[in-house]
């Protein structure tokens, strides 16, 4: 006799859908052991390919001298009291809006962050409105914790598509979610996309009489081009609650560090951060890395240099685009999110895949008809590939 899943339902059948990106990265990553990994050109997975800064070294080896007692003990849940303030301080600057370190805890990570956010504040049948495309773990966070993440479309130069929007929000809605630099996009909305966003959710709480939220997802806050300021949610909506990372602008994302910062103008935000504080605990989390929380306390609005990006993001809008490839030219973050040559994005991918090239079906992140590129590679990753993408254009194209 058979015997049951030795898993959750939910859980099994989410193994099944698994993630696009990494059964993309896992296929590249047999691929190289079959022809070299010089010949697969894998932009699959958002993972920096630059050092950290040198800042980032010199704090690093500063702090591990430090035998202090206690120093790799617990702390707060919240985090450091230094670290918090510093956070703090550098948002007040960045934000528009003067928080103090009570307004901050660090997490394991924008992805703990994410998750700290949604336990706090979703009530089971909760929704949380996000414009598609998305990252595609963003229906996991929200389920995690009783929500429904409900998807509405952008603008097709994949704006926020505020009408949209605002059709959405109904009684159940406690949160929007929005990602600027947008992963997979690359689109940064602009001061008065997000004060009309702002508007809007102002009308919609007054309306509903509770709050919804506007959780702003900045990883890549930092991750820009051309000039390009990423606008200040905090300074757009009173209700905002920001969740970050030092994965991509200190290049580190192995080391899970980010912090979760909420408006002070929030109604009763002392409760929310009770709340928050609680959450990273009882979430397993229990407090961000004691030695990582100490160097971002010394490392606030340090970056790495995106000049090789830019140079990556420039090559590869050239030749997708003189290829016939309709392409949205990234504001911000690392991805490319091309239309696809044919309707079935999937099946496109396994056909760059017959070149070697690594590339995550749209569908993975909610829109279908698409592809999404990860240029975060060595500048011979993007210029090996050039020669496929010009193929496949020629083909489809002309």
């Known amino acids: 006799r058979r015997l049951p899943m030795p898993v959750a339902k939910k859980i099994a059948e989410a193994a099944c859908r698994s993630s696009w990106i990494r059964q993309m990265f896992e296929e590249g990553a047999c691929l190289a052991e079959i022809h070299g990994c010089d010949k697969v050109f894998d932009f699959s997975i958002g993972n920096p390919n630059l050092d950290p800064p040198e800042e980032f070294h010199m704090v690093l080896e500063d702090l591990v001298k430090d035998r202090a007692p206690g120093v790799h003990g617990y702390m707060s849940n919240q985090g450091y009291p230094e670290a918090c303030a510093a956070v703090a301080a550098y948002l007040t600057r960045d934000q528009g809006v003067p928080l103090s370190g009570e307004h901050v805890v660090m997490t394991c990570g924008a992805a703990a962050a994410a998750n700290v956010i949604f336990k706090a504040i979703l009530d089971p049948g909760d929704e949380v409105i996000v414009p598609r495309p998305y990252f595609v773990e963003y229906g996991a966070y929200v389920d995690n914790h009783g929500g429904v993440l409900k998807t509405v479309a952008s603008l097709a130069d994949f704006d926020l598509d505020l009408d949209a929007i605002g059709a959405a929000i109904t009684s159940k809605t ?54 390009v300021r990423v606008a200040p949610a905090m300074s757009a909506y009173q209700n905002t609650i920001v969740a970050s990372s030092y994965s991509k602008e200190l290049s580190i994302p192995g080391e899970r560090i980010g912090y979760v910062a909420a408006n002070p103008a929030i109604p009763e935000v002392d409760k929310l951060m009770d709340g928050l504080v609680m959450t990273n605990r009882i979430l397993g989390f229990v407090n961000a890395p004691a030695l990582m929380q100490r160097a971002v306390t ?35 973050a690392f991805y490319f999110f091309p239309r696809a040559p044919i309707e079935d994005d999937v099946a496109f991918c396994r056909e760059m895949q017959e070149h070697l090239v690594l590339v995550v079906p749209g569908s993975g992140f909610g829109l279908a008809g698409h592809f999404r590129m990860a240029f975060c590679v060595a500048p011979e990753v993007v210029d090996g590939a050039l020669p496929a993408f010009r193929e496949v254009g020629a083909k489809y194209f002309g």
Not at 189 to 202: P, V
Not at 310 to 316: A, E, S, T
Request: aromatic residues 8%; hydrophobic residues 35%; contains cysteine.
């Open 174 to 227: 406690r949160a929007v979610l929005v990602n600027s630099p947008n992963n997979p996009t690359g689109r940064v909305y602009s001061a008065e996309t997000l004060a009309a966003l702002g508007r809007l959710l102002e009308r919609k709480t007054k309306e509903n009489g509770r709050v919804i939220y506007l959780v702003s997802d900045e990883p890549y806050r930092r991750i820009v081009f051309d000039g």
């Open 298 to 332: 010394r490392l606030q609005g340090v970056g790495v240099d995106v000049t090789p990006y830019r140079r990556n993001r420039d090559v590869l809008y050239e030749c997708l685009t003189d290829a016939g490839f309709e392409v949205f030219k990234p504001q911000g």
